[in-house]
């Protein structure tokens, strides 16, 4: 059973979510307002929180980011707007998926099993190890010769999904669709500006790549320097 809190102000739409979550074997906690959500994210520790975007005391950007500092809970926005860059705005604040207003339950129900999939734990094999770079799914922990790497959320997941696939090329779109859930490939540049962030602090650049190297027009890898040759 998913432990689920809603959080929304129109009483029909939270309605709605919690009988038809509820009728696919769901836990609900309803909230109506973004301070009693921040208290339940506390108190019921959830699996997912279902955030509108639409709060009458809090902008629901200002919840996400007070979810954000207080842990790695997946969150999927909902949101009126279907608009680029209020989406855009979301996932980059640290949303992990979104849905746009009128809705139905079955795609907020899968939405919420893909999101539950990739927040599990990426099999028992432990850290993918990469020269001296070592990333950990189980902890989200990154070390670089030994050493703690702080990295934002998605930097991290950026990072992981180019480890989920050592030396292979990975396009833009595909990090779009597994890091920011976006299918469309208007948001290159959302993981150019997170590849440049995750870069410095990997202690490279794009012009003297280490681990991460870029194929012009075609996507990322992610490389042991000590054995490839950084020609790229």
Sequence with gaps: ??????????????????????ERGHAVTLASAGLNALELVVKVQPDV??????????????VLAMIRGIGEIPVIV?????????????????????VVKPFGLDQVDARMRAILRRAGPRGSDG????????????????SLCGEPVDLSRKEFDLLLALAARPGEVVTKRELLADVWQQAYGGGER?????????????????????????????GVRLVDPTATPGDD
């Design 49 to 62: 929180v279902l955030l509108d975007l639409g709060l009458p005391d809090i902008d629901g950007l200002q």
């Design 127 to 142: 850290p993918v190890v990469i020269g001296d770079l070592v990333v950990d799914a189980s902890t989200r922990t990154v």
């Design 190 to 218: 959302t993981v150019d500006v997170h590849l440049s962030w995750l870069r410095r602090k990997l202690g490279e650049t794009a012009a003297e790549p280490a681990y991460l190297h870029t194929l012009r027009g075609v």
């Design 78 to 98: 909902i949101t009126a707007q279907d608009d680029d860059k209020v989406l855009v705005e979301a996932l980059d604040a640290g949303a992990d998926d979104y």
């Design 1 to 22: 059973m998913t432990s689920v809190l809603v959080v929304e102000d129109d009483p029909g739409i939270r309605s709605a979510l919690s009988r038809g979550l509820t």
